[in-house]
Each structure stands twice: as C-alpha cells, then as structure tokens.
C-alpha cells in the first residue's frame, strides 16, 4: 500500500449517520470522535463498555446489541456516511469494510489500513479550529506524538478566537467590500493586541480592536512583561513563548541567554537594555520611557525578564510607569530562580523536617554597601533563606547571620547559572560562602540557598 495515496480532507457529518461496529475501549474512542460531530451514530455490538452503555443512556447514540451480520449490515449501509470497524476480531472487521467498500461508503478498519478507505489522524481539537497529524498509517504512535509536541504551542483559547472572527465576517465584509482591504484588515487584527483580546474572551475590546484595523487606523500598542525562568529555555510557560512569537521588540538584559532568545520572532528588535563593557545598567526610568515610546508608536514590546517579572524583578515599578502612561499591560509569570534552581541542583526549598518557610530575600546592598535587612528573622532555624542577587555582599550577608545566631557551618549552597547545561553546584556553610567564591571563580547569575535542606540535596 502506498502511503502517499491519502489525501487529508475534512468531512462535513452534520447531516450524516455514521456506524461503529464494535462496543469495546477501541470503538469507545472512535464514537467519541464522532460525538459532537455527527448527529445519528449507530453503534452494532454484542457487548459494551460502560462509556458506550453512558452514551446509550444519554441518548447521543443508538444501540443495536447484535453480532455484525451481513444482513443486518446491508440494511443500514446504504444511508450511512461512513464507517468505524472497531471489533477485536480481525475477520468480522474485514466483512464489515468488504461490504461498506461493496456499497461505497468509506471504512476505516481499525489498526489495519489494508482492508481501510480511510484512516482517522491525530487531531488537535480547538474547535472549531482543528489540526489534524497523518502518516498515511505508516506511523501512528508518531503522529500522535508530533500531536502532543503541537497542541502545547497552542492557546486554549483558540476556538474562541476563530469564532470570534466567524462572528464578525458579515459585519466586515459589509464594510470592506473589497478582497484586499478586508484581508489587510483580518492581518493587522491578528497581529496586535485584537488577537490577544478575543483568546482572553475580551469580545468588546477585541471587536474594537477590528473596527480599529477596519479603519485603517494606527496599531494600538502595548507592553508584554514575561518571565523567561531561571536559563533553561525548556521552562519556558506556554504563555511565555506564543507571546515571544508575536512580539514586535524585545528588551532584555544579561540574564537572558541566547538560547531563550532564539525563541522569540526572527524579525523583533532586540534592544539591550542590560550592562554594557564600560557603562552602567541603563537607568530603570530609561527603561520605561522605551517601552511606552515603543508601545505608543504601536509596538508591542515585550520586556522579558529572568525568572519572575514580579519577583526582584523591577515589574512592579514597569507596570505602574506603563500603565500611568495609558498603555495596555500583560503580564506572563516566569519560574522564578529559587525554585528552579533550588530543583535543578535538587535542594527542595521546604522539607517538613527541618524548613517549614521559605523567604526570598535580595542580596543587593545599598549604594553605601550596607545590607538594611531584618536579620532577626533571618536568622533563625526551621526556615530557608532564597537570596538573590547578592555574590558581592554575599559574605556580609552570612556574617549578619551569623551575628545573629546562626552557627558557623550552617550549611548553604550557591548555584551557578542554575538549571542550564553549564550549571555548577557549589556546597559550604556560612563560614566558607566568600571562600567558594573565591577560589571557585563563581559569577553571577547564581543564586544561594541557606539553610538544612542542602543537607538533603540529591544529585
């Protein structure tokens, strides 16, 4: 059999009646794929599960509780649209797509495409949005996997979105006559903030953002703050990436490694907003005012961020710049660095044992170098302290503790760019933090974890 022979279709059911021969698992799933689609579905069995015996008594299919025969079959095969031959008996299925073939209607014989008119895909249902994965039979448990691999890159709200635009389509094609313009219009639509309106379920605002695009009027920008995860680009949220994809610019800083941006749109502007050999940071305020410059002239900038925008981040000071300037705002949560790196070096943040809180605290000193903390209750057994930021002060840090009633070989591990293939995994206590990074060469980003749950650490 050639497995270039099938050619992928979508089959119109509304007004059909479909038969499954079997009452089994295998036949189960194949009625469910008719469920929602077909409106009469006949169903030929001896025996049924309790699914099946669930529909019956639901009234969404009818039950004829026979063998398969060929008289039975004959009566019904000439109105049926196709047909499911689902039995765990290899010569009963093959009778069945005998005579389905005989009377032309298309069979699919279950895990035996020989004897089969046609062959069911790996479907994605976003309905009405549907994808659908074939291999022509030659490889089904691939097509399902490359069905898995595709549906996480695609937005629950999807079916939505498309109904949304079947919605609209009188209205805009009543005022934009014309192919072009209307096609121009649906584009500008999907690729700005419109689009993001109707799969959050926005209708009002995502028919104005159509309207907007109708009129040919300016792309209303806005600004996107996205947690990226502590390095590795396989923790990166679904929400992270679609929003990668469709971003106009990017701002970033050194705590973003190329293989993250590598996921976001070839065509952005990066623009770095990080430290530079011989300059400074570029100034928070300088930051805002980029992003509203962008936003305001229609972008939609993305602001992506190591770990949490919301976490040590700076998102809180970037939401309220932004939206005092009238610009729409989204924010997409990241995997923040204790928890990710605290799994990566496999140091469990809580253990019922010894840590029964967990405080994220920056490292940061003050201009002045000072640590303004409230080291009373840091430095106190039964908890774990998350600190980031802080290899600099990082021996002050464990001195205060220490200062305060935590005893010198309290343990404490710094991770080294946690979570990615060069991670390093550094084990002291507070009396040895500013040894190990010394005589290690550790550098930022790490991120120290201290407290009795590095004693259980597992590699």
């Known amino acids: 059999m050639d497995d270039d022979a099938y050619l992928p279709i979508a089959l119109r059911l509304d007004d059909a009646e479909a038969l499954v021969v079997g009452g089994g698992g295998i036949a189960a799933n194949k009625t469910k794929l008719l469920l929602g689609r077909c ?4 169903v030929i069995a001896r025996d049924l599960n309790d699914e099946m015996r669930h529909w019956q008594t639901a009234g969404r299919i009818d039950i004829i509780e026979s063998d398969a025969t060929d008289a039975l079959l004959k009566a019904h095969l000439p109105r049926l649209r196709l047909v499911f031959a689902a039995t765990d008996d290899r010569a009963v299925n093959r009778r069945v797509a005998e005579l389905a073939r005989a009377h ?18 790996a479907i994605i249902d976003r309905r009405p949005v549907q994808i659908a994965i ?3 039979g030659a490889a ?10 595709i549906e996480t890159l695609l937005p629950d709200g999807l079916g939505g979105l498309a109904r949304f635009m079947r919605a609209q389509r009188h209205w805009i094609r009543t005022n934009l006559p014309d192919m072009m313009p209307r096609k121009r219009a649906w584009e500008d639509f999907l690729d700005g903030p419109g689009m993001e309106a109707a799969l959050a379920g926005e209708t009002e605002k ?4 159509l ?6 009027a300016p792309r209303r920008g806005e600004a996107w703050l996205v947690g990226a995860g502590p390095g590795n680009p396989d923790l990166l949220t679904l929400g992270a990436l679609r929003l990668m994809q469709n971003a106009d610019s990017v701002l970033y800083d050194q705590l973003i490694p190329e293989s993250i941006l590598d996921r976001v749109r070839r065509d952005a502007e990066r623009v770095f907003v990080g430290k530079q050999r011989s300059r400074h940071t570029l100034p928070q305020s300088e930051i805002n005012a980029e992003m509203i410059r962008r936003a305001k002239a229609g972008e939609r900038v993305l602001r992506l961020k190591g770990g949490d925008p919301f976490i040590f981040g700076r998102g809180g000071e970037e939401m309220a710049a932004l939206t005092a300037a009238g610009i729409n705002v989204r924010v997409i949560p990241g995997i923040t660095a204790a928890s990710g790196c605290g799994a990566a070096a496999g140091i469990p943040l809580t253990h019922r044992d010894c840590a029964q809180s967990c405080i994220f605290v920056t490292g940061h000193a003050r201009a002045d170098g000072t640590l303004d903390l409230d080291w009373p209750s840091l430095a106190r057994r039964g908890q774990t302290l998350a600190v980031y930021m802080g290899l600099t002060p990082l021996a002050r840090f464990a001195e205060n503790l220490r200062a305060h009633g935590l005893p010198p070989d309290w343990p404490a591990a710094i991770i080294e760019r946690g979570t990615r293939t060069d991670q390093r995994v550094h084990i002291g206590t507070l009396s040895t933090l500013a040894h190990l990074i010394e005589t290690q060469g550790i550098v930022s980003p790490a991120l120290t974890i201290i407290g009795e749950v590095v004693n259980y650490r597992r590699h």
């Open 39 to 42: 409106p009469r579905i006949l």
């Open 104 to 121: 032309r209607v298309p069979v699919c014989v279950v895990d035996d495409p020989e004897p089969s008119t046609f062959i069911t895909p």
């Open 134 to 136: 074939s291999t022509g």
């Open 140 to 149: 089904p448990v691939l097509a399902r996997r490359l069905r898995t691999q």
């Open 206 to 209: 995502a028919r104005e953002m």
């Open 211 to 216: 309207a907007a695009a109708a009129e040919h």
